[in-house]
């Protein structure tokens, strides 16, 4: 499956951004999906996680409360609403799908190396 991110941009701290990744397959409800973060001379790190059918969520400590990740499994597309952004929020979004999960109720997962398809990355700068 192809994945492609778009949304992100320049906000101010305190700011919004919507990101969406749009997945090229019909199949779009047969995987998990997660939005995973990267900002320069880290590592990779997960930030939200959403099962199949969108009613089980992942959120990573540091974005809780204030991050929102959805799915719309009939437009192929999900989504992650960033609100109260802060600097450190600062790094390349990307979009990842995970096969692996067979049934569609199973918890998503939020390791890097369990995501099986990547998008291309957004970039989201949160200045001070």
């Known amino acids: 499956v192809q994945l492609q991110a778009s949304g992100g941009g320049l906000v101010l701290a305190g700011g919004s951004l919507t990101l969406s990744c749009v997945a090229s397959?019909?199949?779009?409800?047969?995987?998990?999906m997660g939005w995973f973060r990267q900002a320069p001379g880290k590592e990779r790190e997960c930030v939200a996680t959403?099962?199949?059918?969108?009613?089980?969520?992942y959120y990573a400590d540091s974005v809780k409360g204030r991050f929102t990740i959805s799915r719309d499994n009939a437009r192929n597309t999900v989504y992650l609403q960033m609100n109260s952004l802060k600097p450190e929020d600062t790094a390349v979004y990307y979009c990842?799908?995970?096969?692996?999960?067979?049934?569609?109720?199973?918890?998503?997962?939020?390791?890097?190396?369990?995501?099986?398809?990547w998008g291309q990355g957004t970039q989201v700068t949160v200045s001070s």
């Open positions: 990842a799908a995970d096969r692996n999960r067979l049934v569609l109720t199973a918890p998503p997962r939020r390791a890097v190396d369990e995501y099986d398809y």
């Open positions: 397959r019909r199949t779009f409800s047969s995987y998990a």
């Open positions: 959403v099962s199949r059918n969108g009613r089980l969520t």
